[in-house]
Structures are given as C-alpha cells and as structure tokens.
C-alpha cells in the first residue's frame, strides 16, 4: 500500500468508511457520505487507547467518559442541556457515555446507542438496540432468568 497514489489510497479509506458505516460503497466523497462526515459524533476513539483524552470541551466535545476501570463521566456545563427541545438531548448522550464508562466501544450499526454518530439524533428515545443487548451480554453474559421463590 506504500506505493499508491493518494487518489487510490483516499479511495480505499473512503471504500472502508462506507462499508463500516453502512453506505452505498462507491469509493467517493458522494453526498451519503459527506453528510455522515459532517454529523456531530462522538469524541471517543473507535480503538480505546492508554492515553488520556483532551479535557477542552471543545469542536463538539461536550462529555467525556472514560473506559473501566477509571469510569470517570464529565458533562460541558457551558452546554444547552435539555430533554428533547432544541439543546443537546441529555438522555441518549449520557446513556451512549456511560456505555464507554460499562467498557462497550462503539458499534457501526445505525440507530444503536454505541453508534458514535450523534446518538441524540440517530436515537432520540435512547432505546437498546439488539447489537447493543448484544454488546453488553458479550462483557458481562446473557441475561440470568429470576425466580420468585413463594414461602
């Protein structure tokens, strides 16, 4: 790969991007794909990483969660926080947020809660998708049937 052209290298990252989120895959900056790239999304790396994140809220940033075992959860206080008005929708970008604090990295399934795509707008009620129930059961195993035991 060291030896292609930048168009053919800027083809390919393109291709990529287009298949792991779930456009048509033309391998060009077409309209689907500029307005997913200019989408407000989440400030958490796709990979977690060991090294800390920038604590500026700033370029859209407006919480910042950390991984386990830190789980540490900040919210931009100079943000219009609200609850399905015009600010920023509190509930599906805490409960995105505290999914990094749980260990769930982000998912490229539109409509989850993990998807890093502004999760206010691609999932206003906040709802668990199934690859969501799918990532939580894989770190911490399916749901465990209770029993009401009558005396």
Known sequence: MLNDSPDRQTKQMLITFQEYNHLPVTGELDNKTV?????????MQDKPTPHGMPLAFSGGIIT???????GR?????????DVGGNGANLFPICAHAIGHILGLG???????????WDPATGNPAATLSPD??????SSFGPEVPTTTQLL
């Open 35 to 43: 307005k997913l790239m200019n989408t407000p999304r989440c400030g």
């Open 132 to 137: 969501d129930l799918a990532g939580i059961q």
């Open 64 to 70: 910042h969660a950390w991984y386990p075992p830190d």
């Open 73 to 81: 959860l900040h919210f931009d206080d100079a943000e219009a926080w």
């Open 106 to 116: 982000h998912s490229n399934v539109p409509g989850s809660m993990m998807y890093p």
